[in-house]
């Protein structure tokens, strides 16, 4: 009896290849770098690609930007989000651009919601007994069985007209409603106005000029599909706060833990992200800093918060009396300077703007975020001799005049009208880095505009 084995031919295992995209990545500047990347690359692939190429430091803030130019929208790409995907539903004919830039309230209210979420806007259905607490809020917004609302008037277009009209809006799980009569929040009286789980939010950035809007502070709901621009869902705040609100909400709503998760492990290992081959991250929570005393022969940390604060003061006396130790151009240091050496040297700083506008100024600091500290100095326009420290403190932008003193024939900067001098902006700007002074926070981001 023979045995007869049959050949069976199996089909070739064919690897799959990822095909490769060429995207190109803008800059505030104007300067664009072209990237060859596969074509499952995640917007926090491409930040951490331009973060290595161009050795900078990752404080989770780098940010994809995308930007509508010919409907006047740009929204952060979130980090978990697919590049080619968000780029296969531009239009052929539009000059949409991808922007590579800084945004530290990109996840800031994970870290103090309150200020995102003022008390009259936000309402529960679980009890809170009067009180937001921090962690009850983000509970309510990422938990899938609470049900938190948002509600507020904003601007809407009237159906089938041009005019504009303020309607009671409400942000629940389900979408965006408004009513149709006054504040009522009852069934009958809601009207469905846009769903959020197949649309984008976006920021419109110039509302009055665009749009025709009765206010600045716009934002859009646009599906997220190839022509998109043509079902557009426009509403306008009356301030910066009510629109932070809204656009905040809507992303929690849609994306839910995913956006916790990007927040708290911002490299999933995609592109090489790993604790083996990522530079160092450099800390800049305020938290991690300590007074400290050099004094002695050994040095301390400085428990006592009214000696921490009288070691302060004393330093800022030092900083006034000393003078300011640079290098010459021929590199050995000299102990006097010439003034008007001393007042270019800040020039070369990432955080000086040179003569920009004070509505520049407050356009770059709203696109790298209104947290508390985000900080640039400038020329000021109506006084040729002095600078502006323009900051953002409790989502509010706050201009201060930064004075040149002359004193024994040496000029000095001071923004506390001489009580504490300064010989350069460099020495300023440190000084406030540690010490809230007169400002109303200490300045913990620069503002920068950098190049790719």
Same mark, same amino acid.
Request: charged residues 20%; contains cysteine; positive net charge.
């Given at each position: 009896?023979?045995?007869?084995? !049959?050949?069976?031919?199996?089909? /070739? ?20 770098r072209a990237l060859e990347v596969p074509s499952d ?23 994809? $930007? ?34 590579? !830039? ?30 937001? #607490?921090? /962690? ?6 990422? @938990? ?11 601007? +809407? ?5 041009? @005019?504009?009209?303020?309607? *009671? ?21 809601l009207q469905f106005f846009s769903e959020f789980g197949?649309?984008?939010? *976006? ?11 009765? +206010?600045?502070?716009? =934002? ?9 621009? !043509? ?38 290992? !995609?592109?090489?992200? #790993? ?6 991250? &450099? ?7 300590? +007074? ?25 006396? +030092?900083? &006034? ?17 010439? @003034? ?15 003569? $920009? ?64 001098? =300064? ?24 503002? @920068?505009?950098?190049?790719?």
């Amino acid at each position: 009896m023979s045995l007869y084995a !049959r050949r069976v031919t199996l089909p /070739a295992i064919t690897p799959i290849v990822l095909q490769k995209r060429v995207i190109k990545v803008y800059n505030e500047d104007g300067t664009s770098r072209a990237l060859e990347v596969p074509s499952d690359i995640t917007a926090r692939d491409v930040c951490q690609l331009l973060i290595l190429k161009n050795h900078y430091i990752d404080d989770n803030s780098w940010t994809l $930007i995308e930007h509508l130019p010919h409907i006047g929208l740009e929204r952060t790409i979130e980090d978990h989000e697919l590049v080619i995907t968000v780029q296969s539903n531009w239009g052929m004919e539009e000059e949409n651009k991808l922007y590579f !830039r800084k945004n530290y309230a990109k996840y800031e209210f994970f870290k103090n919601p309150v200020n995102f979420f003022p008390e009259h806007m936000v309402s529960f259905a679980a009890e809170t007994n009067g009180e937001l #607490s921090q /962690a009850l809020i983000l509970q309510n917004f990422l @938990s899938s069985s609470t049900y938190p609302e948002i509600h507020g008037y904003l601007h +809407a277009k009237e159906q089938g007209k041009k @005019s504009w009209k303020k309607i *009671y809006f409400l942000l629940r799980r389900s979408g965006l409603y408004y009513s149709t009569k006054g504040t009522s929040k009852e069934p009958r009286h809601l009207q469905f106005f846009s769903e959020f789980g197949n649309s984008d939010i *976006y920021v419109a950035l110039a509302g009055k000029k665009t749009h025709g809007a009765p +206010a600045n502070y716009g =934002f859009c709901l646009k599906p997220n599909k190839a022509g998109g621009s !043509r079902d557009l869902k426009l509403l306008y705040a009356d301030e910066e706060q009510s629109r932070t609100c809204w656009v905040t909400a809507i992303r929690l709503l849609k994306y839910g833990m995913q956006l916790y998760q990007n927040y708290m492990h911002p490299c999933p290992g !995609r592109s090489g992200c #790993s604790s083996q081959n990522m530079s160092p991250m &450099r800390s800049i929570s305020e938290n991690s800093l300590v +007074a400290m005393d050099f004094s002695g022969h050994k040095s301390r940390v400085i428990e006592n918060p009214t000696e921490a604060l009288s070691v302060a003061v004393e330093e800022g006396l +030092a900083w &006034r009396k000393k003078g300011c130790l640079r290098l010459n151009t021929h590199g050995s240091p000299t102990a006097s300077q010439s @003034s008007s050496t001393n007042l270019a040297i800040h020039r070369a700083q990432p955080w000086f703007h040179h003569r $920009i506008s004070r509505d520049e100024a407050q356009r770059l600091i709203i696109q790298q975020g209104l947290v508390d500290g985000v900080f640039l100095v400038r020329d000021s326009q109506s006084n040729p001799k002095t600078f502006v420290l323009s900051l953002s403190h409790g989502q509010k932008i706050k201009h201060f005049q930064i004075i040149p003193l002359e004193d024994d024939g040496e000029m000095f900067h001071t923004l506390d009208d001489g009580h504490t001098r =300064f010989t350069d902006l460099i020495q300023l700007v440190e000084f406030y880095q540690l010490n809230k002074g007169v400002l109303p926070c200490k300045l913990k981001h620069y503002c @920068s505009r950098i190049a790719l």
